[in-house]
Nanobody, 120 residues
Framework: QVQLVESGGGLVQPGGSLRLSCAAS????????MGWYHQAPGKERELVAQ???????NYAESVKGRFTISRDNGKNTLFLRMNSLKPTYTAVYFC??????????????WGQGTQVTVSS
């Protein structure tokens, strides 16, 4: 079993900041790319940012310059620093990790999601 547990979501005013965390644990052989996705009500889940094992990053155009993704490979932990938040960023944020389990089988794992609400 593998678990991804997100934390750090909540209610924040426009212009504020949040830091999301995602801790992966369980029967993991290796993790390659990790990423954050968000899903607003009535919309599809979309990629926000992702980071490879060697630190290469990719961001959605809508968050460039505002969000920073990072990871601690030793602790299998992923972070998302969110600055200058806008109401349009309101969504459930999901952590994703792609890697191999202890049987060396390729897997894509998902967290349960954490709500981010940007509102005054």
């Amino acid at each position: 079993q593998v678990q991804l547990v997100e934390s750090g979501g909540g209610l924040v005013q426009p212009g504020g900041s949040l830091r999301l965390s995602c801790a992966a644990s369980g029967s993991i052989f290796s993790i390659n790319t990790m990423g954050w996705y968000h899903q607003a009500p009535g919309k599809e889940r979309e990629l926000v940012a992702q980071i490879t094992g060697d630190g290469s990053t990719n961001y959605a155009e809508s968050v460039k310059g505002r969000f920073t993704i990072s990871r601690d490979n030793g602790k299998n932990t992923l972070f998302l620093r969110m600055n200058s938040l806008k109401p349009t960023y309101t969504a459930v944020y999901f952590c994703n990790a792609k890697g191999r389990d202890i049987n060396y089988y390729p897997v894509s794992w998902w967290g349960q999601g954490t709500q981010v609400t940007v509102s005054s």
